[in-house]
């Protein structure tokens, strides 16, 4: 009975000790996804995206989704009804927990693509001199501590690293600044996250510019290459006959021009309103057609703002399902994934050529300029707390810009989460999350003590 006695308080006096050392739960049911030659794949299981575009309020009100967990458990509801996988948000308050509403969508069968920017925290496309003091340390921060929020989560999917920045033939000179973000965000995931996130750009479809950008995103080195690249497309319209069909919204000619494509390619918005929805896109989508380069998309929008593009309507706090919604369910309802791949190519592709230097395109150089100087403790320390949603301010004018060019490679992982160097080959592809530590020397000094105490017992 002693040997008994002795153990029962062995365990009792190591019992508290561990309490704080629980290993971290997974981060929900899902797989997480993964990009694998020019697709996603949810393990073994090429993934395409069938979702919609969830921002209540719209930018200007620009508000957190994820936070409002009445609302967001009566949307899902919804967006089973529809039948999606994905929703998009382009606005969250990264001060705040998420637990709570990444779980809802997590049991919801439903995954995030997330924009890292938000309203007061973004680039500047005002001119060559408001870029380069908007890409600065405040602003890379607040980029960060999204990161840190979501990362953890399977259900995440994708993070952009920017919104139709450029959005006509005047603006191209904001490609360099967004494609040192999208290097800075994926260099931020491999030092301080578990898995490889994708990380890419969600274009404006100019028609002038819109290969160039798919191209430049993904061409260069390796740290610098988007893992993805979207567009927002409105191109299948009924607003005169024939223009809604393949070929006469022109996707044919689409798929032609990235069929070699090395990168996952979807649309990040689509969902024409001239002067209907119909929604034959869905169709031509998910056909063979196309699955050998798209993965899908993002139809564009929840509930109906001012620009009368939603699919509910919400009028004294009640939400209506409308004629959108009904026949987007419709849509969805009656096309099935292609069996296998759907055409798309496992193997990893070279990088693109970068676009040559045009009237439309004055872009000359791959080189990018370093992440600004005051970020870099980021890297090692991680972002900390988030600036969040409230106030006035703007990471516009604040902080310390770029002051220089940044070397080719640079921007590869330099450690991994738990402090030791980074691989050669960049950061850990694993979807877990990092195993539980508990320092050895702690562990034998709370042993000694017990077992010494043990022995008094005896």
Known sequence: MKSFATLSVLGAAIAPVFAGFVPRQSNGKLTPVTVRGNAFYAGDERFYIRGVAYQPGGASDAKDPLLDLESLRRDVN???????NTVRIYTVDNSQNHDEGMAILDEAGIYLALDANTPNYSLN??????????????YLQSVFATIDQFADYNNLLVFFSGNEVINAVNNTNAAPYIKA??????????????????????????????????????????????????????????????????????WDKKVETYKNFPRPIFLSEHGCIEPNRQWGEIAALFS???????????????????????????KNGKLTPNDDFKSLKAAYANVTNPNGNGGARTSDGEASECPEESEDWPISSAALLAMPEGAQKYMDEGAGTGPGLDGDDSSHWAGEASEGTATAGSGQPTRTPNGSAAPSSGGAEGAGVPAMEIPLKFVMLVVASISFGAMLVL
């Open 181 to 250: 973000v999208t290097r800075d965000m994926k260099q931020y995931i491999s030092n301080r996250h578990s898995r490889k996130i994708p990380v890419g750009y969600s274009a404006a479809d100019v028609a002038e510019v819109i290969e160039q950008q798919a191209l430049y995103f993904d061409c260069g080195t390796d740290d610098a290459r988007a893992d993805f690249f979207a567009f927002n497309d409105y191109s299948w319209c009924d607003k005169e006959n024939g223009l809604q069909t393949f070929q006469g919204a022109g």
């Open 288 to 314: 063979t057609k196309m699955t050998g380069v798209y993965s899908g998309g993002l139809a564009y929008e929840y509930t109906v703002e001012p620009n009368g593009y939603g699919i509910v309507d919400i």
């Open 125 to 138: 496309r005002e001119s060559n001199a408001t870029l380069h003091r908007s890409y600065n340390d405040v």
């Open 78 to 84: 919804n967006f089973k009804d529809l039948g999606i």
